[in-house]
């Protein structure tokens, strides 16, 4: 069965930090590639941040480059965004997404909320 939770979403003042993580089981986590995907109320979901696996190489969306940093861990079937300089429009809730190209088969977890408020 495959799963992908998220958590270290919570409520965070501007200016601060937050770790997201996103565990994965189920399927062969180092065949695919890893993503953080956020959905603002109103909003389309957008793409934040991806990873590939073996020779990594990362993207981040303009809005986050510089702040946000995606990693991952494939002994422990794990993704993490590390989130610096929050701003109240970084305020969504987060989803993790793996995706693997050679099948197209594509696992989403079910989101973590990250709200930036004074």
């Known amino acids: 069965q495959v799963q992908l939770v998220e958590s270290g979403g919570g409520l965070v003042q501007p200016g601060g930090s937050l770790r997201l993580s996103c565990a994965a089981s189920?399927?062969?986590?180092?065949?695919?590639?890893m993503s953080w995907y956020r959905q603002a109320p109103g909003k389309e979901r957008e793409l934040v941040a991806a990873i590939t696996s073996i020779i990594v190489s990362t993207n981040y969306a303009d809005s986050v480059r510089g702040r946000f940093t995606i990693s991952r861990d494939n002994a422990k079937n794990t993704i993490y965004l590390q989130m610096n300089s929050l701003k109240p429009e970084d305020t969504a809730v987060y989803y993790c997404?793996?995706?693997?190209?050679?099948?197209?088969?594509?696992?989403w977890g079910k989101g973590t909320l990250v709200t930036v408020s004074s």
């Open positions: 997404k793996a995706y693997r190209p050679l099948t197209a088969a594509t696992y």
């Open positions: 189920g399927f062969t986590f180092s065949n695919y590639i």
